[in-house]
C-alpha cells in the first residue's frame, strides 16, 4: 500500500520561506516521479513542480525563480523549497508521486495535502 505524507505547511508572511516534506511508503522511491500541486480556494488543482527519477526538474512559470524541488533517496522523501512565498501562492499543497509499488505495479498517488498561507 503506497502512503504520501507531506508536513510542513503553515502560515508565513510574504516574502518568507517554508520547506515542504513528502514522505514516501510502499514504493520503490528511486523509480518514482515525484511532484507537487496547489489548489487555492475556487481555483483548480495545478502543478508546481516536477522531479523525474533522474532529477529532471520542471516548473510551473509562476513559481521559476522561488521554488526548489529535491529528493532524497536514501529517505524515501520529496522537499519543496519556497522562497520569496507571495499571497498569490496561498493553496493547500499536495504531493503527488508516480512509479512502482513493492510488487513492482503501476501507481499513482496523491497525498491529503498540506495548507500554506501567506499573509501580505
Known amino acids: 500500500q503506497v502512503q504520501l505524507v507531506e508536513s510542513g505547511g503553515g502560515l508565513v508572511q510574504a516574502g518568507g520561506s517554508l520547506r515542504l516534506s513528502c514522505a514516501a511508503s510502499?514504493?520503490?522511491?528511486?523509480?518514482?516521479?515525484m511532484a507537487w500541486y496547489r489548489q487555492a480556494p475556487g481555483k483548480q488543482r495545478e502543478p508546481v513542480a516536477t522531479?523525474?527519477?533522474?532529477?529532471?526538474?520542471n516548473y510551473a512559470d509562476s513559481v521559476k525563480g522561488r521554488f526548489t524541488i529535491s529528493r532524497d533517496n536514501a529517505k524515501n522523501t520529496a522537499f519543496l523549497q519556497m522562497n520569496s512565498l507571495e499571497p498569490e501562492d496561498t493553496a493547500v499543497y499536495y504531493c503527488?508521486?508516480?512509479?512502482?509499488?513493492?510488487?513492482?505495479?503501476?501507481?499513482?498517488?496523491w497525498g491529503p495535502g498540506t495548507q500554506v498561507t501567506v499573509s501580505s
Open positions: 510502499g514504493t520503490i522511491f528511486s523509480r518514482n516521479t
Open positions: 522531479i523525474t527519477r533522474d532529477g529532471i526538474t
Open positions: 503527488k508521486a508516480d512509479g512502482l509499488t513493492l510488487r513492482y505495479r503501476e501507481f499513482h498517488e
